[in-house]
């Protein structure tokens, strides 16, 4: 019997809730610890405070509750007893145990659902006596007697009873005695112990883990011994390319079950691919190692200006001679070439998307600008991404600083897929698609996930294999794949990186019904890529309209239990044990429209109105309230919902279904996403996100998304151990922490990261009273100095350190967050600022200041850099109130700016306000459109909402975990181009975070910092002035014309984009640049407003 006072595995945070909504004293409840398996919290409220007392367990399973030392333990046999002695008065509790806080009623969700008949029938189930998997659910299926069930109906024998009578009817002649008596024990006396942390919760069963560990000694041993020979005739024949060092495998102390699973797939693994890398080597040789695929040169027609006239010209890129050849006529001779190393950067346009420049060296050592204008955008992203892979291919770097990831989600409709699927690896189709020319760049790493998915894994990694082989003429090495009943996740990559991936996790959470049936769940991969971490959960949640709460259960289900990552980090959930994290599935958030709205909604697809439509979307509702995906980031959705299409074919809707109950409907929804979560400071860029428009087998539409993201090498100091410069040292000083509880207790802090040796630990901080019910806990002076294992500045400037605030009473972490330590002004006192988060929701914030040394050296530029985007300070200055979240359906007002450092953190600064304009309707050519429904093209060049987002002022983010080290150094480069001009207005440098963005004279600089439009129309400056859409930009003409042609400032301004767009416009990517970029001059983060991470780039 579960007591109403047992609340299981609910959260900390939940627990202090429940017992603030009764406000009496003496009210109680019991839940699982969330530091320590097997262990119980109780909490108890007295004086609108929250009292937590942790509950262990000995070895002879007798209870007791945690005490200080010289307290006399008292030993109890359940828990019921503990809990009736403690309902005495003065047993040493703060006050008497009176009231039990009952269990909330659980939102109706368990139910059959809609997809019933996808699930009747699970494939391909594991036998129910073979504990395969690790977690809560798959242990409870092994507990849990299930079959034989007319056993239990006609016979009132006991678990243990019923089980040796299995047992007794079982042929046990070929088992070792050892082994059968362990057997034995384990019905008899320990599988009742099991089934009482089952009743409470719990997601462990200790005593099947240790029969598991007897059973699989000798095998775990044995495998572990054959492995290395497998090892070494893999490496012999292995067709790959990277020089790395291999790593060594891993040395398990036990053979626990997740010991023995990983063994045993790598030995299957092994065997399975041995012949075909024999076979392959045997047929190509041993020089075929070195065979990269080829990509054809490309050419690009353009414009450029020659002493003011426009003029065609062709630029070619031939990635595999590494140049760049620019010709006056496609047919005509050469007329310059540039060399890779030449080369030196590439300079987008932020106000013009179709614009680039690239700086290049010439003959004398000296940097020249060209200026060139594409036929649209895409061709110009795909003339950058050509060129990033020639400079990647031709480095003289040994390991990567940048890969390029494609993420795939398509909900199958257990339908067999067609024969060709390779629009969707091609990110072709609809929303933000990439260009033809970038066709024969092969990502480094493919993630595909699928749900209600019929198919076999053989089956389906064959047919991912041969699609990625067809389009980029290249094998792809099968880093992991992982099923639950039908969601399953697929990770390929080249075989180069087979080297440089360590550490591979694969993982599930079931949230079906009753969160024991895996029709609804997730699935995770995680692994190392050299330095750097990166995570992958395919989620399929529950599906209907109605149940958004019931998706957000499920959510925070996955975000607690799916076990991916680095262990040491148990204080930490995925949000923030990877550098990059990337969230894909059938999410099935819908619409929160009537039924009656269906065919408007209908002719809203049919007009590309999707703005419109997403104001509705429940997923961004509840991003907009932080009730679920926290912190995470989506690229700007421009494609039509990815559900629910009549099977084969994207022109009809099927909204309606016939079912006993009545009609179903089903609006047309964005079911199918991709969102990522990324450290702060670390270069990601989506590249497109989009679904295609010819794989019509199921009722939704495969998605895609592409990204670039930032790696680190596994680095070895050049001066070697003994030899280095200065030791180096992380020191944290003014810290505090602002939390949301009502707990009464002491808090202490755990530094945790990969350039420390091991955690540490600090003092425990003072608590006072905040506002608003918060409680400030102040740590002083005195925390630790942390000390790096490397100090080289390559190295330290790429870390991060992770922050966990803990109860001194229960070891439970209150609130996480996240430092980066990417600060050029190292020895010098710079602020930083993390948002604290638990179980994916708001607890706190942390401020402080940081101090960094180093050892002597300086970081080298990364492949990432290559690429950047001018800075607009028009848009970057409007206002510091302008600032939107990378939430589309955020918009909040930046509260204050930071203050000096000097003076008290609480003091803002006023900041001066300047009248926000509102960006203009636009028509972004890197989107592609719904064919059937086309939209005209505007008449005009208007700046993109994107070009806003890019450059904001930095400012931080209570609500996001986007914590920097905010530092100053102005632009000398951009100050003396803006004093050339003349402008009387005073010019004021912008606070910025690294941004993907760069200085550059071009056009759209207008300084507007300073001034303010109190209740008048701002004049548009010339850069405003509408240009045709096919007249190539003419910089040095705009700067003349903004100091001898005044008569230009009289033009109306431009139309005004509508509220319900500017309320859904999506932050752009981002992509962290020089020091010169980020803020300067001492300023802290404010103390609220919630602002994303995105806010601040």
């Not at 346009?349 to 179709?354: A, D, I, R, V």
């Not at 199921?698 to 001066?719: C, I, L, M, R």
């Not at 008048?1016 to 240009?1027: A, D, G, R």
């Amino acid at each position: 019997m579960v007591h109403c006072w047992n609340h299981g595995n609910i959260t900390r945070s939940k627990a202090e809730e429940l017992l603030s909504k009764t406000g009496k004293d003496g009210s109680f409840l019991v839940r699982a610890s969330e530091s320590i398996s097997r262990a119980y919290a109780l909490c108890v409220l007295f004086r609108n405070c929250v009292y937590t007392y942790r509950i262990l367990t000995n070895e002879e399973e007798k209870f007791t509750v945690q005490a200080s030392e010289g307290v006399p333990v008292r030993f109890f046999t359940s828990l019921d007893q503990l809990i009736e002695f403690y309902k005495k008065e003065n047993m040493g509790l703060v006050t008497h145990l009176q009231y039990p806080v009952p269990l909330e009623e659980e939102e109706a969700g368990d139910e059959v659902e809609e997809e019933t008949e996808f699930f009747i029938s699970p494939p391909e189930l594991p036998p129910r006596n073979l504990p395969l998997a690790s977690g809560s659910s798959e242990a409870k299926e092994v507990a849990l007697p299930v079959d034989n069930s007319r056993v239990m109906e006609h016979s009132p024998l006991s678990l243990s009873e019923t089980l040796l009578q299995r047992l007794q009817g079982l042929d046990t002649s070929g088992l070792p005695e050892e082994h059968l008596k362990a057997i034995q024990d384990y019905v008899n006396t320990q599988i009742t112990m099991d089934a009482e942390f089952v009743k409470t919760g719990s997601s462990n069963l200790p005593h099947l883990k240790k029969l598991v560990m007897v059973l699989c000694k000798e095998l775990y041993s044995e495998v572990a011994r054959t492995l290395p020979s497998l090892e070494s005739i893999q490496r012999l024949f292995d067709q790959q390319l990277s020089p790395g060092i291999w790593p060594r495998p891993q040395v398990c102390a036990e053979a626990n079950p997740v010991n023995v699973i990983a063994k045993l797939g790598q030995l299957t693994s092994l065997l399975s691919s041995l012949e075909d890398k024999v076979k392959a080597f045997l047929g190509e040789g041993p020089e075929s190692t070195h065979r990269r695929s080829l990509i054809p040169p490309v050419t690009f027609e353009v414009k450029a200006e020659s002493l003011g006239i426009p003029q065609k010209m062709q630029l070619k890129v031939d990635v595999e001679t590494g140049k760049l050849i620019i010709k006056k006529s496609k047919d005509g001779p050469e007329d310059k070439f540039y060399s890779h190393n030449k080369i030196l950067q590439l300079i987008k346009s932020q106000k013009f998307h179709n614009k680039l420049v690239i700086v290049v060296e010439t003959e004398k050592e000296k940097t020249l600008r060209k200026e060139y204008v594409f036929a649209d955008s895409k061709k110009r992203e795909g003339f950058c991404q050509l060129l990033q892979q020639m400079k990647n291919k031709h480095s003289e770097q040994p390991e990567p600083d940048m890969i390029t990831i494609f993420i795939g989600t398509w909900n199958m409709g257990d339908a067999a897929p067609p024969k060709k699927i390779t629009s969707w690896f091609l990110s072709k189709g609809q929303g933000k698609t990439r260009d033809d020319s970038a066709d024969y760049i092969p990502h480094d790493i493919y993630v595909i996930g699928t749900q209600e998915d019929p198919l076999g894994e053989k089956e389906w990694l064959e047919i991912l294999k041969h699609s990625l082989q067809e389009i980029t003429d290249i094998s792809f090495k099968t880093i992991a794949i992982h099923t639950l009943w039908n969601i399953r996740i697929v990770v390929l990559a080249k075989s180069e990186h087979e080297n440089r991936i360590s550490h591979i996790c694969t993982n599930n959470v079931k949230t079906g019904i009753a969160n024991t049936l895996g029709n609804k769940g997730a699935v995770g991969v995680s692994f190392m890529f050299n330095g750097t971490s990166l995570g992958f959960v395919n989620s399929h949640l529950t599906s209907g309209s109605e149940k958004k709460l019931r998706r957000n259960q499920n959510y925070m289900s996955i975000l607690r239990f799916l076990a991916l990552g680095d262990k040491k980090l148990s204080p930490f959930n995925i949000t923030h044990r990877f550098t990059h994290l990337f969230w894909l599935g059938d999410l099935n958030y819908r619409l929160e429209l009537p039924p009656s709205e269906a065919e408007n909604i209908i002719q809203k697809i049919k007009q590309q109105q999707f703005s419109e439509l997403l104001v509705h979307d429940q997923l961004l509702t509840e991003r907009k309230e932080q009730k679920v995906f926290l912190h995470f980031e989506e690229e700007e959705i421009t494609f039509a919902p990815t559900y629910r299409f009549e099977r084969h074919t994207r022109e009809k809707y099927a909204y309606t279904k016939q079912k006993a109950t009545g009609m179903k409907y089903n609006l047309p929804s964005w079911c199918d996403r991709v969102l990522w979560k990324s450290y702060p400071l670390v270069h990601v860029v989506c590249q497109s996100y989009g679904s295609t428009s010819d794989i019509m087998t199921s009722d939704h539409s495969p998605v895609f998304a592409t990204f670039e993201a930032g790696v680190t090498s596994q680095f070895v100091s050049k001066n070697g151990p003994g030899n280095v410069d200065s030791q180096g040292q992380i020191e944290f000083l003014k810290c505090y922490a602002t939390l949301k509880t009502k707990s009464q207790t002491k808090f202490y802090l755990e530094f945790h990261s990969s350039c420390l040796e091991s955690f540490v630990k600090s003092q425990e901080g003072e608590n006072e009273e905040g506002t608003e019910g918060e409680l400030v806990v102040k740590f002083a002076d005195d925390l630790p100095k942390l000390t790096p294992i490397i100090s080289d500045p390559e190295y330290l400037l790429d870390q991060h350190i992770l922050i966990s605030i803990k109860s001194s009473d229960s070891d439970e972490s209150y609130g996480e967050g996240c430092i980066a330590l990417r600060s050029e002004a190292t020895e010098s006192l710079v602020p930083i600022y993390t948002a604290l988060t638990h179980h994916g929701e708001m607890m706190g914030h942390f401020r402080g200041e940081i101090k960094l040394q180093t050892s002597q050296g300086k970081k080298r530029e990364r492949l990432y850099d290559f690429v950047k985007t001018e800075r607009d300070e028009a848009s970057g200055q409007k206002s510091l109130k302008s600032l939107t979240s990378h939430d589309p359906l955020k918009h909040w007002d930046c509260p204050s700016r930071p203050s000096d450092l000097g003076k008290n953190m609480a003091d803002p600064l006023p900041v001066e306000e300047v009248q926000m304009t509102k960006p203009e309707m636009f028509e972004n050519p890197l989107y592609g459109s719904v064919s059937p429904f086309p939209k005209p093209m505007p008449r005009k060049e208007q700046e993109s909402p994107k070009a806003l987002r890019k450059d904001r002022s930095a400012c931080p983010d209570p609500g996001a975990p986007s914590p920097a080290i905010i530092l100053t150094k102005p632009s000398e480069s951009e100050s003396s181009k803006l004093a050339s001009r003349q402008i009387s207005a005073p010019f004021l440098p912008v606070p910025r975070m690294r941004s993907f963005t760069c200085s550059s004279s071009a056009e759209g600089k207008t300084p507007s910092g300073g001034e303010k439009t109190q209740g008048k129309p701002k004049p548009p400056t010339p850069s405003e002035t509408p240009i045709p859409a096919k007249r190539p930009v003419k910089p040095a003409r705009s700067e003349m014309s903004q100091q001898g042609n005044p008569g230009q400032t009289n033009r109306p301004p431009l139309p005004a984009k509508s509220p319900a767009v500017l309320h859904l416009q999506h932050s752009k990517a981002r992509d962290y640049r020089e020091s010169s970029e980020l803020p300067h001059h001492g300023k802290h983060w404010p103390e609220d407003g919630p602002i994303s991470r995105t806010s601040m780039q």
